[in-house]
């Protein structure tokens, strides 16, 4: 879906266990290339690489992926883009979130459990790449990391903007060009409606709520949320109720 010149929202459907979802990760693009912004689960990418097609988008790699934060439904898609080539896409994510990206660390919200139950679900090509990331890592997955208030230069103007609670490194990024704000977790759309985080993954609920309460300084006129969509209406006040709610 287009959102404005240089910016698509992707529609991915994919399959989680027995349940079928839709998530939205953002492709921003111009003469000089395409980012995407954020992975979908493991085995994403020919599903990612069919709908930047469709878009009109040139068939290349990305050359680079921004990840809003570290839940595996947004970095799961990941080992795919990664390549010994030096070209290989930068990839960015915030400091908080930087170790589990990179495997140091385990995912905050992936049991063992359900890290079983995905691996022997994933095809024996996507297993391996996931495993040589995440399980038995040989070098860094985060090229960069992203501080608070930092200014990409993708899309004309993205701004990086912390609000932890979803994860302690989940990231919002504002588009200056077409005041559309890329929310990852930190919002959901259902109804119509925008709504806050995810109760029942959001660890840190409180915090969450709060942090909704830096963007009121953006001038936004659209929501992306990677479940639910977008929300287009007066943005800026139905956050602002969200920002005060408990």
């Given at each position: 879906?287009?959102?404005?010149?240089?910016?698509?929202?992707?529609?991915?459907?994919?399959?989680?266990?027995?349940?079928?979802?839709?998530?939205?990760?953002?492709?921003?693009?111009?003469?000089?290339?395409?980012?995407?912004?954020?992975?979908?689960?493991?085995?994403?990418?020919?599903?990612?690489?069919?709908?930047?097609?469709?878009?009109?988008?040139?068939?290349?790699?990305?050359?680079?992926?921004?990840?809003?934060?570290?839940?595996?439904?947004?970095?799961?898609?990941?080992?795919?883009?990664?390549?010994?080539?030096?070209?290989?896409?930068?990839?960015?994510?915030?400091?908080?979130?930087?170790?589990?990206?990179?495997?140091?660390?385990?995912?905050?919200?992936?049991?063992?459990?359900?890290?079983?139950?995905?691996?022997?679900?994933?095809?024996?090509?996507?297993?391996?790449?996931?495993?040589?990331?995440?399980?038995?890592p040989t070098r860094p997955n985060v090229s960069?990391?992203?501080?608070?208030?930092?200014?990409?230069?993708?899309?004309?103007?993205?701004?990086?903007?912390?609000?932890?609670?979803?994860?302690?490194?989940?990231?919002?990024?504002?588009?200056?060009?077409?005041?559309?704000?890329?929310?990852?977790?930190?919002?959901?759309?259902?109804?119509?409606?925008?709504?806050?985080?995810?109760?029942?993954?959001?660890?840190?609920?409180?915090?969450?709520?709060?942090?909704?309460?830096?963007?009121?300084?953006?001038?936004?006129?659209?929501?992306?949320?990677?479940?639910?969509?977008?929300?287009?209406?007066?943005?800026?006040?139905?956050?602002?109720?969200?920002?005060?709610?408990?």
């Open positions: 879906m287009r959102i404005s010149d240089g910016l698509e929202m992707l529609d991915l459907t994919i399959h989680a266990g027995d349940r079928k979802m839709t998530i939205h990760p953002t492709v921003l693009h111009g003469p000089e290339g395409w980012v995407l912004v954020d992975t979908g689960m493991p085995g994403s990418r020919p599903l990612i690489d069919k709908l930047v097609q469709e878009a009109g988008i040139p068939e290349t790699d990305p050359s680079a992926i921004l990840l809003t934060h570290q839940d595996i439904d947004h970095i799961g898609g990941l080992p795919s883009y990664l390549t010994d080539r030096a070209d290989r896409p930068l990839v960015y994510a915030h400091e908080e979130d930087r170790g589990a990206i990179d495997g140091e660390k385990p995912m905050l919200k992936v049991t063992a459990e359900r890290l079983e139950s995905l691996l022997r679900a994933m095809a024996d090509p996507v297993r391996k790449a996931f495993e040589s990331a995440y399980l038995r960069r990391t992203f501080t608070d208030g930092e200014k990409l230069p993708y899309g004309g103007g993205l701004v990086v903007i912390h609000t932890p609670g979803h994860t302690p490194g989940h990231v919002c990024l504002y588009h200056e060009a077409s005041k559309t704000l890329i929310a990852g977790d930190a919002m959901t759309v259902a109804d119509g409606e925008l709504r806050g985080p995810n109760p029942a993954v959001t660890p840190n609920l409180p915090e969450a709520i709060a942090s909704l309460g830096k963007l009121g300084s953006f001038d936004i006129e659209t929501v992306i949320c990677y479940h639910g969509g977008v929300y287009r209406g007066e943005a800026n006040k139905r956050i602002a109720e969200l920002s005060r709610s408990s």
